[in-house]
């Protein structure tokens, strides 16, 4: 017995002292530099929901949908988050990405200005003037947005320049409105204001199509399926963990990357994300759980307003896939 007793106390010791097996190292490019929609990748970072899934994750900051996408089929990065309209125009011309959750099933498209200017409805825009960024998403989708709504190009004066340029001229006056998302310009021009903005939703009038997403590598999911499930799983975690508690969320931003912005509008940028992960087709399934109708509505509109290449409308899930997603409850 005591033997026994002896060679189970050495297979114990043997055990704990082999080294745990090494977690598998993870980049996720964002999209952008970090605002308020990112926090449920730090969140779940800083909660221990990635490294549960054996998971050892980098977070960078991204300069645009278009450059994440390419790093992604360039396998300079595992994971992108970017905008998915964005990777189709990329997948349409040969790119090997497909995206491999779809977050924001709701578009956060809108025209936007300060409270303080009324403009609360599309028939308020007559007479103003509104900052576009030429050939962006927003201006390409701006022209439906007219239709849905009975506007004319003539009701309204533009002017045009880069994003930071949009930015400056609804801050000092130039411009009554911007075309931006909902919860990121309207974000960053309270921060240099203190100015509160109320937007006008595209997806207020009709106008259905995704927004941002997890993209992959084609050959790196099919070479690494496990993992891409378990960082499915864990994202799908994060991202409901951080709907729970939005402002520690947002601190997790800041925690990670002390000069990511400040701590209320991080909060609001985030707590006006959450809206915009699910439609009514999808407000009783977890995060990430796109409908095909909606992704045909989304190539649809895209080809005819977003300048993709008509053959996408014959195959429309070639983009996506769900196949890597948790179950319900799982």
């Not at 017995?1 to 060679?7: D, E, N, S, V």
């Not at 100015?195 to 259905?208: E, M, T």
């Not at 940028?269 to 990430?288: C, N, Q, S, V």
């Amino acid at each position: 017995m005591k033997r026994l007793i002896g060679a189970a106390s050495a297979a114990l010791m043997l055990f704990a002292a082999m080294p745990a097996q090494a977690a598998d190292k993870v980049v996720l490019m964002l999209n952008w530099y970090v605002y308020g929609e990112h926090a449920p990748f730090y969140y779940g970072k800083a909660k221990g929901i990635y490294a549960a899934e054996g998971i050892d994750l980098e977070i960078q900051e991204g300069r645009g949908s278009a450059a994440t996408t390419q790093a992604v089929a360039a396998k300079t990065a595992d994971f992108g988050y970017v905008d998915v309209p964005t990777m189709m125009r990329a997948a349409i011309k040969g790119a090997p990405v497909v995206a491999t959750g779809v977050l924001l099933q709701t578009s956060p498209m809108s025209a936007m200005g300060f409270v303080d200017k009324n403009i609360r409805k599309p028939e308020d825009i007559k007479g103003k003037t509104v900052a576009i960024t030429p050939a962006d998403s927003m201006t390409q989708i701006w022209p439906l947005f007219l239709k849905k709504t009975g506007l004319k190009e003539s009701d309204f004066q533009t002017v045009a320049g880069d994003g930071q340029t949009k930015l400056n001229a609804v801050i000092n006056g130039q411009a009554d409105l911007l075309l931006g998302y909902v919860m990121d310009q309207s974000m960053k021009i309270k921060d240099a204001t203190g100015k509160d903005v109320y937007p006008i939703k595209f997806a207020d009038y009709g106008i259905n199509m995704v927004s941002s997403g997890i993209i992959a590598n084609t050959d790196y999911v099919k070479a690494n399926a496990d993992l891409v499930r378990r960082f499915m799983s864990a994202t799908t975690k994060a991202v409901e963990a951080a709907e729970k508690e939005p402002k520690a969320a947002a601190q997790s931003i800041l925690d990670a990357n002390p000069k990511g912005g400040k701590i209320d509008t991080l909060t609001q940028g985030f707590e006006l994300t959450i809206p915009l992960y699910r439609t009514a087709e999808t407000k009783t399934k977890r995060p990430f759980q796109v409908t095909d109708q909606n992704m045909t509505e989304t190539v649809n509109l895209l080809v005819e307003y977003g300048g993709l290449d008509a053959k996408a409308k014959d195959h429309p899930k070639a983009f996506y896939t769900n196949d890597y997603l948790p179950k319900s409850g799982s």
